[in-house]
């Protein structure tokens, strides 16, 4: 056996459910360590407009898992981080961890005059790159660390030191560097999270094509009240409400080209998202074109719920294309009736692909050799000794499960320090 056991938890991703697993430990009396990617916590659910099946705004969660967060000294979080390596074994892993600069420091009161001193937009990836944003930005309303960034290609403009000089408080640092922080830690907790699917690999479906070929996640973005429209569900090809939407299940899921898996959550997402568009355009008709339904538990109801919409309109069927309708802007879907395999066209103004969870690991793996199952999740919740995986990362689920998730991670991890 080699050196003295180490007290600390890494938690590696500060969605869901590496911040449950997080706050768990700590609560329990463990130092822990949150390493998240992006400059903000809260992952993908930050990004959502409402939670199936209560219908009810995601921020509530999220803001008592940040509270929980902020009020405990026992959680060191770092964003715009990642794990560069970590060597050693249960109880005694060293961990480097490498912290990009945000080029704002804790003196920033959000006023935003950096933000009005340049002429820089990026695109806002907050909202999947649908609007621009200024290269001095919040990364979104209620982000936690609430503080602004600057994207370092502004650093490295000629605007740069305007920038600096319109800051009222001194928060710009033009010359942070990155950072690279060593750590000892007893238990790691990898809760990576999941990537939407690449629809631009899905070439029957017009997606980077036509406008109106829109992902779900996109849509959560589009009828948010912070997203890029305000909340206004649209034809981004040219501003008007859609008259028709029609959402495409299994949008490269369930299929071996692409993801063989089911996610488990977009069947319940397009029925949600179907609310959003009935409460906004009440008498537009809408379509989900579905192989099988998914809506497991207690989410039937929310299904029986939304059957009951005689607008919406429930399609047995898969679709095989996606195109645009000649001498018309709307576009048409090939879709066989999976009972009667008849070919039907049905036009619709606005086209929702339901695109499936891809595990993280499937383009960033950890930095030492795990295991991962067939389709690229971490196999289970015990990776390996002293090693454990939360939430998307190890199944496509709903925030529920991996809450659950993350608490039995905080425990394995906890359990791991003590027995030894
Ligand atoms: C269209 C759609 C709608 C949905 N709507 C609902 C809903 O209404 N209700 C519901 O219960 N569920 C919903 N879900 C599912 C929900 O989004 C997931 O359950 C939830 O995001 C899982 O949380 P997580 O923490 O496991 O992963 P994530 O939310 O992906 O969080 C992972 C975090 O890890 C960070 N990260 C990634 N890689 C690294 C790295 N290498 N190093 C450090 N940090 C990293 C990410 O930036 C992120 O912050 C929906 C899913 C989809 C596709
Ligand atoms: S960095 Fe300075 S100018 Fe920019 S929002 Fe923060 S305090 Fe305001
Ligand atoms: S949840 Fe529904 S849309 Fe998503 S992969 Fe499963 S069956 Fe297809």
Same mark, same amino acid.
């Given at each position: 056996?080699?050196? !003295?056991?180490?007290?600390?938890?890494?938690?590696?991703?500060?969605?869901?459910?590496?911040?449950?697993? %997080?706050?768990? %430990? &700590?609560? &329990?009396?463990?130092?822990?360590?949150?390493?998240?990617?992006?400059?903000?916590?809260?992952?993908?659910?930050?990004?959502?407009?409402?939670?199936?099946?209560?219908?009810?705004?995601?921020?509530?969660?999220?803001?008592?898992?940040?509270?929980?967060?902020?009020?405990?000294?026992?959680?060191?979080?770092?964003?715009?981080?990642?794990?560069?390596?970590?060597? /050693?074994?249960?109880?005694?892993?060293?961990?480097?961890?490498?912290?990009?600069? *945000?080029?704002?420091?804790?003196?920033?009161?959000?006023?935003?005059?950096?933000?009005?001193?340049?002429?820089?937009?990026?695109?806002?990836?907050?909202?999947?790159?649908?609007?621009?944003?200024?290269?001095?930005?919040?990364?979104?309303?209620?982000?936690?660390?609430?503080?602004?960034?600057?994207?370092?290609?502004?650093?490295?403009? !000629?605007?740069?030191?305007?920038?600096?000089?319109?800051?009222?408080?001194?928060?710009?640092?033009?010359?942070?560097?990155?950072?690279?922080?060593?750590?000892?830690?007893?238990?790691?907790? =990898?809760?990576?999270? =999941?990537?939407?699917?690449? %629809?631009?690999?899905?070439?029957?479906?017009?997606?980077?094509?036509? #406008?109106?070929?829109?992902?779900?996640? +996109?849509?959560?973005?589009?009828?948010? =009240?912070?997203?890029?429209?305000?909340?206004? @569900?649209? *034809?981004?090809?040219?501003?008007?409400?859609?008259?028709?939407?029609?959402?495409?299940?299994?949008?490269?899921? *369930?299929?071996?080209?692409?993801? !063989?898996?089911?996610?488990?959550?977009?069947?319940?997402?397009?029925?949600?998202?179907?609310?959003?568009?009935?409460?906004?355009?009440?008498?537009?008709?809408?379509? @989900?074109?579905?192989?099988?339904?998914?809506?497991?538990?207690?989410?039937?109801?929310?299904?029986?719920?939304?059957?009951?919409?005689?607008?919406?309109?429930?399609?047995? /069927?898969?679709?095989?294309?996606?195109?645009?309708?000649?001498?018309?802007?709307?576009?048409?879907?090939?879709?066989?009736?999976?009972?009667?395999?008849?070919?039907?066209? @049905?036009?619709?103004?606005?086209?929702?692909?339901?695109?499936? +969870?891809? #595990?993280?690991?499937?383009?960033?793996?950890?930095?030492?050799?795990?295991?991962?199952?067939?389709?690229?999740?971490?196999?289970?919740?015990?990776?390996?000794? /002293?090693?454990?995986?939360?939430?998307?990362? *190890?199944?496509?689920?709903?925030?529920?499960?991996?809450?659950?998730?993350?608490?039995?991670? %905080?425990?394995? &991890?906890?359990?791991?320090?003590?027995?030894?």
């Amino acid at each position: 056996m080699g050196g !003295p056991v180490s007290q600390s938890i890494l938690v590696v991703g500060g969605g869901m459910s590496g911040m449950t697993a %997080a706050i768990e %430990a &700590a609560e &329990a009396g463990y130092e822990v360590f949150l390493v998240e990617k992006n400059s903000y916590l809260g992952g993908r659910v930050a990004q959502l407009n409402q939670y199936f099946p209560k219908l009810c705004p995601p921020y509530c969660g999220l803001e008592i898992n940040f509270r929980r967060i902020k009020n405990n000294p026992k959680i060191k979080v770092f964003t715009l981080a990642t794990v560069e390596s970590i060597a /050693g074994q249960e109880g005694e892993f060293d961990v480097a961890i490498l912290q990009r600069p *945000r080029y704002v420091n804790e003196k920033c009161t959000c006023c935003g005059k950096c933000a009005e001193a340049t002429t820089m937009e990026i695109d806002n990836p907050f909202n999947y790159g649908m609007d621009k944003i200024k290269a001095a930005y919040l990364p979104h309303d209620m982000a936690f660390p609430m503080r602004y960034v600057i994207d370092p290609a502004l650093v490295q403009s !000629p605007e740069a030191q305007k920038v600096k000089e319109a800051c009222p408080y001194d928060a710009i640092d033009l010359d942070m560097q990155p950072q690279k922080i060593e750590l000892k830690v007893g238990a790691i907790i =990898w809760a990576t999270g =999941w990537n939407p699917y690449d %629809a631009r690999k899905l070439d029957t479906y017009g997606f980077g094509v036509y #406008p109106d070929v829109i992902t779900n996640v +996109m849509m959560e973005r589009m009828a948010s =009240w912070n997203g890029p429209t305000q909340g206004k @569900i649209i *034809r981004p090809s040219n501003g008007e409400p859609p008259k028709t939407v029609a959402f495409v299940q299994c949008a490269g899921s *369930r299929d071996e080209n692409h993801l !063989p898996f089911c996610s488990g959550v977009c069947c319940l997402a397009s029925m949600k998202q179907a609310t959003y568009v009935r409460e906004q355009i009440p008498d537009a008709k809408i379509y @989900i074109f579905y192989i099988d339904i998914r809506a497991k538990d207690r989410y039937e109801d929310f299904y029986n719920r939304v059957k009951e919409d005689e607008n919406v309109i429930f399609f047995k /069927g898969k679709v095989a294309k996606i195109e645009q309708q000649e001498g018309s802007d709307q576009l048409v879907l090939r879709v066989e009736n999976t009972m009667t395999e008849e070919l039907h066209e @049905i036009a619709a103004d606005l086209v929702v692909l339901a695109t499936g +969870m891809e #595990p993280t690991t499937a383009t960033e793996p950890l930095p030492i050799p795990v295991a991962y199952d067939d389709y690229q999740f971490l196999p289970g919740l015990v990776v390996q000794p /002293g090693i454990y995986a939360a939430g998307c990362v *190890r199944t496509p689920t709903n925030v529920a499960e991996v809450v659950q998730d993350g608490t039995a991670a %905080a425990l394995k &991890a906890i359990q791991s320090i003590s027995r030894r």
